[in-house]
T-cell receptor, first 114, second 115 residues
Framework: GNSVTQMEGPVTLSEEAFLTINCTYT??????LFWYVQYPGEGLQLLLK?????DKGSNKGFEATYRKETTSFHLEKGSVQVSDSAVYFC?????????????FGTGTQLKVEL | DTGVSQDPRHKITKRGQNVTFRCDPI?????LYWYRQTLGQGPEFLTY????????KSRLLSDRFSAERPKGSFSTLEIQRTEQGDSAMYLC?????????????FGNGTRLTVT
């Protein structure tokens, strides 16, 4: 089956620190990969995506590269801000007759302190 | 683009009662999804509509759950005879395309607490 594994949180960093959140996946087909972010009390927002091997998704200073050989899609940011504090979800999508169904990891909480 | 709208934001109910949630997708989106998210977990797929047709249901969706999307616009999710294990955030999402990488757009969710 399809599954996503994320590093456990919470991850606590000081402002301007470098961020890496690890994500690996198992898929029966060729997935598209996503990172979604959830701020407190809100729904999920798409952060970035990649649809094929070696693609790099980027948005708001965050980046992730689709690595087929290691089945990974690690999220990175060079300098985090307090406003980046949120829960980050890695997800995969495989097109089936069931539409664009996403399979999510368990999420990684990020806390950024001054 | 007003985004995906869900109502209510919060619902507290007693065990055994029925509850109904509403989702209004982004207006031109023909695909609509329901997910459930429990504390500390990622969202789990419940069901999917393309226009008014319900095309897939997860085995998480017991016979106490029913979803509809009349006329292919808004959708409702009803839970009958609620149990404490139904307490969760219920998320609705919509999308326009099926192509690789076409993202789902999520609403802010309805948080259900069953006492």
């Amino acid at each position: 089956g399809n599954s996503v594994t994320q590093m456990e949180g919470p991850v606590t960093l000081s402002e301007e620190a470098f961020l890496t959140i690890n994500c690996t996946y198992t898929a029966t087909g060729y997935p598209s990969l996503f990172w979604y972010v959830q701020y407190p009390g809100e729904g999920l927002q798409l952060l970035l995506k990649a649809t094929k091997a070696d693609d790099k998704g980027s948005n708001k200073g965050f980046e992730a590269t689709y690595r087929k050989e290691t089945t990974s899609f690690h999220l990175e940011k060079g300098s985090v801000q307090v406003s980046d504090s949120a829960v980050y979800f890695c997800a995969l999508m495989i097109l089936t007759g069931g539409g664009n169904k996403l399979t999510f990891g368990t999420g990684t909480q990020l806390k950024v302190e001054l | 683009d007003t985004g995906v709208s869900q109502d209510p934001r919060h619902k507290i109910t007693k065990r055994g009662q029925n509850v109904t949630f509403r989702c209004d997708p982004i207006s031109e989106h023909n695909r609509l999804y329901w997910y459930r998210q429990t504390l500390g977990q990622g969202p789990e797929f419940l069901t999917y509509f393309q226009n008014e047709a319900q095309l897939e249901k997860s085995r998480l969706l017991s016979d106490r759950f029913s979803a509809e999307r009349p006329k292919g616009s808004f959708s409702t999710l009803e839970i009958q005879r609620t149990e404490q294990g139904d307490s969760a955030m219920y998320l609705c999402a919509s999308s326009l395309e099926q192509g690789a990488g076409a993202p789902l757009h999520f609403g802010n969710g309805t948080r259900l607490t069953v006492t």
